[in-house]
């Protein structure tokens, strides 16, 4: 259980509200909307119970955090490429002395004395223990015991509470009040995703009305998640020529494409991290039959191996679904950027596995506790609850300890829908954070086109997910998310040669793209959505999508995502998926790192400001479209689309924009 609830049998009169405090006008803070399903309300509490409250404190600066992080990433402002550090990050967002102060006072009022309460590290909670009349006079509710119907398993919570108006600013929530963020007893396995888990209250839909399943966080990775690449086969006669990349991907076709050299010279500060999370895992065998072929010298080279909650490279079972994202990923990403170096984070256990939750507390401890920390519903708990054996981790979860390489690049993707804008804003947010400290953080726009993972779209009138042959089209999340790079996917046309452009991708997959639900449009993106909406408006309407003009679009970029040659599990095979663009793109990204810190310059950090304001340091792609959801999708035009965003990289122009920048 979250909490526990401590009868006690004592003389202690509950101290109720001190009638100084009623002049104050109370408002509503939290509400419950609707019971979580099977849980049913039952007796009145004792008011000597003793409940173990938690106050969340409202973060300082967060209003200012999108200026921040301009401040250092956009090219004009003169303090570009300063990045913070992490204790400067935590720091501007600790809350403010004065709402420390001003919830102390409101706590002395109602006869909670300052000696009785406790500051967590991170400076943001403060704990007390409170009887039940305490606590119902200070937020002005009841509360009640819950059962959970089919384990028995008890809850206390309340239905809503209340704080002075003066107070409320100072405080983001409190616990234990409406939120049913218990596990269960027995709960349901990772892979196995059910209705009748818990949700946490107010917190269980999505924008578009979608029911947000529990379970969805932590099940990335496994072998039925959609946002894998795709198989196209096995190959026979590999081929490693520049002439055929209209149906055969190499390394030598990205370097040509993109017009980067193999062997960039080395920095020693540099560092790339690809993001696996179990039981994806790569086969040695896999890199060396690659290296082999494709860069000889590198043939028993492994990635840095970061663990994270247990993060195991599983040999239990080997196939595509297993292998291949992190085959394709580790293959591409190490043999582009040699003889730089690449850190592998490889995240979760086998049993419960991970989300990106559990990966960013791992390199920012300060994000395990921030707004409430992680949902349990959601994202991996550890030591690992649900059972014992090989590849369950019983070791507690990783809350920092692991450093952030310069360039992050992940291949997996939820549907912004999936989750809620609650759940979403937070880790936005933490990208926001890491971008200050000089990250590029770079995901998978999806393989579906305007469609979500496995084309699913969504039922304008019940919110779920049908087959994908009508309805709303369902954008992908981390992609939504202005603090990120997403990326989306291209491919030669068929018969061109490299030196010709390319198009969207229209084969096996169809590139990722376009408008949230949950973001508005960020500042950097502003003029070049208002060009793609003058010149380009599609044909579509808000049946369809966040037609506002005013929301965040997706991708911001794109790479070849087709055609793709793996080594796995012992033979070659084609691959597609955004997953290859995005370690692609982020193996460019790192060269053009190499050259800045070799000139003693920083990393090139958040870079969505800096791309949106030169945008011919790409192939702008101009054909192909990204069709779901029973239409054409949207058509990849001149200037940004939702679809191939600025288009596909051209390093030289590049690095030399780069190499300019302070
Ligand atoms: C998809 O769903 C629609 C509407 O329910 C139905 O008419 C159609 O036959 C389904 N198509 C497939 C391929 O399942
Ligand atoms: C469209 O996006 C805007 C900006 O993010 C948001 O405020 C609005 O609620 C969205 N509309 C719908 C129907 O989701």
Not at 106 to 111: F, S
Not at 420 to 441: A, D, H, I, S, W
Not at 464 to 480: A, D, E, I
Not at 652 to 657: G, H, N, R, S, V
Request: charged content about 15%; aromatic content about 12%.
């Amino acid at each position: 259980m979250h909490f526990s609830l401590i009868a006690v049998c004592s003389l202690l009169t509950a101290a109720i509200a001190a009638p100084t405090a009623n002049s104050k006008r109370q408002v509503v803070h939290e509400r419950r909307e609707r019971m979580p399903a099977q849980w049913k309300r039952s007796a009145k509490i004792h008011g000597d119970s003793h409940l173990p409250m938690r106050i969340a404190l409202t973060q300082s600066n967060l209003d200012r955090a999108d200026e921040f992080l301009m401040d250092v990433s956009h090219p004009e402002s003169p303090n570009y490429g300063k990045h913070w550090s992490a204790k400067q990050v935590a720091e501007a967002f600790a809350p403010s002395q004065e709402s420390y102060s001003s919830v102390l006072d409101w706590l002395a009022e109602h006869g909670i004395s300052a000696e009785r309460v406790k500051q967590s590290q991170s400076l943001s909670w403060l704990h007390f223990d409170a009887t039940v009349s305490e606590a119902e006079g200070l937020l002005s509710t009841q509360y009640f015991e819950y059962t959970h119907e089919s384990t028995g398993q008890p809850h206390v919570a309340c239905e809503e509470y209340s704080l002075p108006e003066d107070i409320k600013k100072h405080i983001d929530f409190i616990t234990p009040t409406v939120h049913f963020d218990a596990k269960v007893e027995n709960p349901k396995k990772r892979r196995t995703l059910s209705e009748d888990e818990i949700t946490i209250a107010k917190r269980q839909t999505s924008t578009t009305g979608h029911n947000v399943v529990p379970g969805i966080g932590h099940s990335i990775g496994s072998p039925g998640d959609k946002s894998l690449p795709k198989s196209g086969g096995k190959i026979s006669n590999l081929i490693n020529e520049l002439e055929n990349c209209d149906v055969s991907i190499v390394p030598d076709c990205l370097r040509a494409l993109y017009e980067f050299p193999p062997n960039f010279p080395l920095s020693s500060k540099n560092s790339y991290g690809i993001v696996e999370y179990t039981p994806q895992a790569y086969l040695p065998g896999d890199l060396d039959m690659f290296f082999r072929n494709f860069s000889p010298s590198q043939v028993g080279q492994r990635p840095i191996f970061d663990s994270i909650d247990g993060g195991l490279l599983q040999t239990e079972v080997e196939s595509f679904n297993y292998n291949g994202e992190s085959d394709l990923d580790l293959e591409y990403g190490m043999t582009l950027v040699y003889p730089q170096k690449v850190t592998l984070y490889q995240v979760g256990d086998l049993l419960e596995g991970a989300s990106f939750n559990n990966f960013l507390d791992a390199i920012d401890g300060s994000y395990c506790t921030y707004d409430g920390g992680d949902d349990p519903t959601q994202d991996g708990v550890y030591p690992d609850p649900y059972g014992t054996g090989y590849g369950v981790y019983k070791g507690p979860e990783n809350c920092g300890g692991f450093a952030a390489t310069k360039v992050i690049s992940t291949s997996y993707a939820y549907n912004e829908a999936d989750l809620t804008p609650f759940y979403e804003m937070r880790q936005c947010n933490e990208y926001l954070k890491l971008g200050l400290q000089g990250v590029t953080f770079l995901y998978s726009s999806g393989d579906y086109g305007v469609a979500g993972n496995g084309g699913q779209c969504i039922d304008p009138i019940t919110g779920v997910y049908n087959n994908g042959t009508s309805g709303m089209f369902n954008p992908s999340f981390p992609g939504t998310c202005p603090y990120i790079t997403s990326v989306g996917a291209t491919q030669v046309k068929p018969g061109a040669s490299v030196t010709q452009p390319e198009e969207a991708a229209e084969s096996v997959i169809y590139s990722g793209g376009g408008f949230s639900n949950v973001f508005a449009v960020p500042d950097y993106q502003k003029s070049a959505i208002k060009t793609y909406f003058a010149q380009h408006k599609p044909p579509y309407t808000s049946a369809q999508y966040n037609t506002s003009q005013t929301s965040r679009g997706l991708p911001d970029v794109s790479a070849n995502g087709v055609n793709y040659v793996i080594a796995i599990d012992g033979e070659f095979e084609y691959v597609y998926g955004t997953s290859a663009s995005s370690p692609t793109f982020g193996s460019i990204m790192t060269l053009v790192n190499a050259a800045r810190l070799n000139v003693g310059k920083s990393s090139v950090g958040f870079i969505n400001p800096t791309i949106y304001k030169y945008p011919q340091i790409f192939n702008d792609i101009t054909s192909g479209g990204n069709q779901g959801c029973g239409t054409p999708g949207f058509t990849a035009v001149s200037g940004w689309d939702p679809v191939t965003g600025l288009g596909t990289p051209n390093f030289p122009k590049m690095l030399a924009t780069w190499l300019l920048l302070p």
